[in-house]
């Protein structure tokens, strides 16, 4: 059986998205070579990462069952020659793009008859008890044991927050009745979900390694926390109840939520925040212009500064935007803008507009405009 096939199986399904697991296999991988590379601790991260990131056991039994070092000499034609730990997780690494993700269910017998039921998205009730669910799922995984501590029949650990963690949390937060999140749930009005989602984001830690406790059934502990990689699932884990709920909100990359765009202006945002900017001051700038405007409960004004800045933005561009796009008159860019008391207050400018509607409008058309210029540069030789 060829590595591939093998990886293309059932046993190999995922449950993180590719990119996740690629990031971390590249940091087991370059742990591996290491200076400081502990065999006993290295082995035991691969093994939670493959529990983590896989649906079966499969790939974690095979890991295990493979030495634990390199051969110094490997037949490379006896396929019976053994594998070192190393090697396979470099296999896997190169094996990414076949690692099949979760099938959709096979239909059931009322939609096989009558055709499949129409998508609803979910409302905030419904939603916080998904997120509830969700995040007693990351509390038993020891995501939050950093920051609120862990229980232990020898004695409770302290996390980040110290002795009383939902104090804690309940003072940063301004009220009370929110920790524990599967506890408090049913009780939230939107702005408790969206301030307890932002404040997890901050303090949740993906553990690297686990040992078991057996004395009394006590259970898993859990060590050597990454910030990154909490983050990382615990926003793709967030954003996919967002995006089935009626909320219009996702959470960026800087923890903090968002409102939604529709799904082709979305697709922008992430090319535009993806892309190598023309000017090395643009990354900051872009980005809090994007955090600013799309930030739940933006005012008008944080939604005029934002306008600002991408203008900004292509005031540096002016020349490369006179050269490609506006040929005979690349102030048009700015009249809009200028003319309707976005960048200046005078008498002579127009306010009596729809702010709201107008302000959208300007802002994805900049972005549109920078995303734009961004692929003009790259394409350029």
Known sequence: MTIDS???SRSFEVSWPHWIIKAELERLIKASDGPQHHVSNWSDECELFLTEAFTSTDPADEFRSLSERRSTWVDPFDESSPTSREDW??????ALDVLPVPAPRLPYWSERRTGPKASSSTDLAATSRRFAWTIGKMIDSGYFAWAFGDSCVDGDYDGELGPDPAEEMHRELGRGDLWPVPYYSDGYSLDDLCDVIEYLADHVRRPLRRRYHDYAGCGWHFEAFSAERGAQIYRWR????LSQSVLGLTLAENGRLEMVAPSAVEDLVT??????????ADDIELEHAL?????RGAS????????????????RRR??????????????????ANQFGIRHQDAK???????????EWIFYWYVATINLTNRIVAAQP
Do not use: P
């Open 238 to 241: 967030v954003n996919q109840i």
């Open 300 to 315: 008008e004004m944080d939604r005029r500064q934002a306008v600002i800045a991408l203008a900004g933005i292509l005031e």
């Open 291 to 295: 955090a600013q405007f799309r930030a």
């Open 89 to 94: 997780l470099r296999d896997l690494s190169g």
């Open 6 to 8: 093998r990886f293309r």
């Open 349 to 359: 400018q127009q306010k009596e507009y729809n702010s709201e509607l107008y302000l």
């Open 271 to 280: 090319a535009v925040r993806a892309a190598e900017n023309v000017h090395d």
């Open 319 to 336: 020349g490369l935007v006179k050269e490609q796009l506006l040929s005979k008159d690349e102030g048009a860019l700015f009249q809009i």
